[in-house]
């Protein structure tokens, strides 16, 4: 009988190390699984962030964006005023040269007709005078 009673309690003595085994195992499984959770949740917060972040990063670069093709519409008209502008003003200068021109070329025709009938006048005083 104490044989069986050794057993027994050798039996109970695995028993209660099998269950405090199990459950120093259950607790490790479950420090492990709030670990996890704790990790997962800190992993979709820190994804959340950098969503957000992103999602400013593009509004500023948008808004960057935005700003420069303005400025770049405007610095292009400015330019294509100033070069109307310039054409116009090298229209007027040659229009202002060629009638300055016509003018010259207008008084050198009535210089030489001038000239012209000067040396007709100067060849009548010749002969009348009879130096020639």
């Known amino acids: 009988?104490?044989?069986?009673?050794?057993?027994?309690?050798?039996?109970?003595?695995?028993?209660?190390?099998?269950?405090?085994?199990?459950k120093s195992a259950q607790r490790a499984y479950s420090e492990l699984?709030?670990?996890?959770?704790?990790?997962?949740?800190?992993?979709?917060?820190?994804?959340?962030?950098?969503?957000?972040?992103a999602k400013c990063t593009r509004e500023a670069y948008r808004r960057e964006l935005a700003t420069l093709d303005s400025e770049l519409?405007?610095?292009?008209?400015?330019?294509?005023?100033?070069?109307?502008?310039s054409v116009q003003n090298l229209e007027?200068?040659?229009?202002?040269?060629?009638?300055?021109?016509?003018?010259?070329q207008q008084e050198i025709r009535e210089?030489?007709?001038?000239h012209e009938r000067m040396c007709g006048e100067l060849k009548e005083l010749q002969v009348r005078l009879g130096w020639g």
Not at 8 to 16: F, G, M
Not at 92 to 104: G, L, M, P, S, Y
Not at 111 to 114: C, V
């Open 1 to 22: 009988m104490q044989a069986v009673e050794s057993e027994r309690d050798a039996a109970r003595q695995q028993t209660e190390e099998r269950d405090s085994a199990l």
């Open 33 to 53: 699984q709030q670990e996890r959770d704790r990790g997962q949740a800190a992993h979709e917060e820190a994804l959340l962030c950098i969503r957000s972040e």
């Open 73 to 85: 519409h405007q610095s292009l008209e400015r330019n294509q005023a100033q070069i109307e502008t």
């Open 92 to 104: 007027d200068i040659r229009a202002n040269h060629r009638t300055k021109c016509e003018e010259a």
């Open 111 to 114: 210089r030489q007709q001038m």
